[in-house]
């Protein structure tokens, strides 16, 4: 596995990314990655099936001049901004591997990113909902995937210190949720780990068994 620190000058650029490497790997064969990026000025994501008229409160992300995007992964509309981590895996699907099917490639991948949570926090991590992680009953890291034939792309966002102010002026309360979340506001719901990036980012390239290689952008 590679694994790239890769941070590209603009929102679209970074999810675009993602994609790019998923198709790149899909087209070569390999090798399989992890990038972590952190995005430097807040954009909204949508998920891929989402609508923005739905899940955006629109006249305050054009007062505040903060665009609404969208991923090629499923899942709930997003803020982001100073304050995630994102990261991304870029997996090949063995026939008969722990990936072969979205329910299991969520339930191997996250139940890893549980223990590893587990031992660098020293705290009690759980999955819940369906892609959710969380401490107690407060989610700090959201995660998608997209499929293709062989390949995969998962990744995720997690919170570090993202403003939450600024998500609950941006985002209602979403109308599909998981059923722990019992209605609660943004504020209420998530939670920042307040832990450097460059911690969790060690911790992921240790728990994939490999050194970062490359450091590019910011």
Known sequence: MKTLDLTLPTAEENL???EELLDQCQKTDGPELLRFWRPAQHFIVLGYGRSAEQDVHLSACRKRNIPVLRRCSGGGTVLQGPGCLNYSLILKIEPQGPLRTIARTNAFILERHQRLFERLLGRIVS??????LALGDRKFCGNAQRRKQGWLLFHGSILLDLDLHLLEELLPIPDRQPEYRNQRSH??????LSRPADEIQAAFAR????PILHQVGS
Do not use: Q, S
């Open 127 to 132: 999955v819940r909902g369906d892609t959710d």
């Open 16 to 18: 675009a990314c993602d």
């Open 207 to 210: 728990d994939w068994n490999h």
């Open 187 to 192: 504020r209420d719901f998530l939670l920042n």
